[in-house]
């Protein structure tokens, strides 16, 4: 693809290139599937676009969950595998969508006459040897007040859901954290480390712990650290005081000037690094004014490895920008340019990192590293 210079990557950061110029997307949307919706009683096409996907590994070969955009404008997760992590086969039905039997929907369905969401999926593998994950439920255009519920499963494709993460916290999530009411709980990300060839939960001082933006509609928005027993049950980080713990504030007129969203952290011999995407704020007042109004750049940040809350470094500019091939494509679904760094998984003698761009119909990219060297190796674990 033809890129801008961009200035060299400092020696902490992993360094990802494209897979090869031609390839644009590993999973193409708009299918002609349909489902029957049980909340609406309707059929419908339920995957228009493909994006946010979210793997592991599992036998040998890459697994997950996707989120597909219905012609209802509703969310469902289906499941996606393959052998090589550049072809996708994909299931015919989604494998996590509302029911009626899903007791939980009821102080979600604001509007009973349209279907529910579940989306921005996020899969760690369990000391357990079960898989967990991650995703927002609301309704789509009704009400956008989230609600972040875990599930667990086998194999990544055949799902239990456990209810609510921050369940045992407060009744709903706009109650979490207060202050920031009302808002959202896009995005975690779990702290990992590398185990027989998958990234699986860490455990810090006992606790399992991950980043998530708590994005919010009023006031700034901010990252926030929440750590579990369980990788059930989660609770937000907070200080002495009662307050928020802020470990990485937005930085005006940079790329990460209007909020920061996580992909991915993993422990490395150095610390923790966090994959993030920096959104830019509106370039006429707190935004970098070379970069457009809310694009997602991704980047990368290191924290304290006995400490995670503790930020050691940033990226001082994104590892990706001006894709002139991708942005002289017409924008459609959302008006926000991304370069949305999503899921890492490790393959071979790889890095994976999938990621979103929204020029041209939505659709996922795919970035490649090789599995970094000493020093700043991965924290290689075993199973415990």
């Known amino acids: 693809m033809n890129t801008r210079p961009q200035p060299r990557a400092p020696d902490w950061e992993l360094r990802f290139e494209d897979v090869s110029d031609e390839v644009l997307s590993v999973m193409p949307g708009e299918s002609t599937k349909t489902i029957v919706d049980p909340l609406i009683e309707r059929e419908l096409r339920w995957e228009q676009d493909v994006y946010c996907p979210a793997f592991t590994i599992h036998e040998d070969r890459i697994v997950g969950l996707y989120r597909a955009y219905g012609e209802d404008e509703q969310w469902r997760l289906g499941y996606a595998w393959s052998e090589d992590g550049l072809t996708f086969q994909r299931s015919d039905k989604p494998v996590l969508y509302g029911r009626p039997e899903h007791a939980f929907l009821a102080s979600i369905c604001v509007d009973p006459t349209v279907s529910v969401s579940f989306g921005d999926p996020r899969i760690v593998a369990g000391e357990d040897g079960r898989y967990y994950a991650l995703f927002n439920v609301f309704q789509h255009t009704v009400a956008q007040q989230q609600e972040l519920f875990v599930a667990s499963s086998a194999d990544a494709r055949e799902w239990v859901i456990h209810g609510r993460a921050f369940a045992k916290t407060a009744p709903t999530d706009w109650e979490v954290v207060p202050e920031k009411k009302p808002w959202r709980f896009p995005h975690p990300a779990i702290v990992t480390r590398l185990v027989q060839g998958r990234f699986v939960a860490a455990r810090i001082h006992g606790r399992y712990w991950m980043y998530l933006n708590c994005l919010s509609t009023i006031g700034r928005p901010c990252l926030c650290v929440a750590t579990s027993d369980n990788l059930k049950d989660w609770e937000v980080l907070r200080d002495r005081r009662g307050g928020l713990v802020h470990p990485m504030a937005p930085r005006p007129h940079r790329f990460d000037s209007f909020y920061t969203d996580t992909t991915a952290a993993i422990l490395r011999e150095d610390g923790i690094l966090l994959l993030y995407n920096g959104i830019n704020d509106d370039p006429t007042r707190l935004g970098d004014p070379g970069l457009m109004?809310?694009?997602?750049?991704?980047?990368?940040?290191?924290?304290?490895?006995?400490?995670?809350?503790?930020?050691?470094?940033?990226?001082?500019?994104?590892?990706?920008?001006?894709?002139?091939?991708?942005?002289?494509?017409?924008?459609?679904?959302?008006?926000?340019?991304?370069?949305?760094?999503?899921?890492?998984?490790?393959?071979?003698?790889?890095?994976?990192?999938?990621?979103?761009?929204?020029?041209?119909?939505r659709a996922v990219g795919l970035w490649r590293s090789p599995l970094p060297a000493r020093p700043h190796a991965l924290d290689v674990g075993t199973w415990t």
């Open 293 to 361: 109004q809310y694009a997602h750049y991704p980047a990368q940040a290191l924290f304290e490895r006995e400490n995670p809350p503790k930020l050691l470094r940033r990226s001082e500019h994104p590892y990706r920008i001006h894709v002139t091939r991708l942005e002289c494509r017409p924008r459609v679904f959302w008006h926000a340019p991304l370069y949305e760094s999503w899921c890492l998984v490790p393959w071979k003698d790889h890095l994976l990192l999938y990621w979103n761009h929204g020029f041209g119909r």
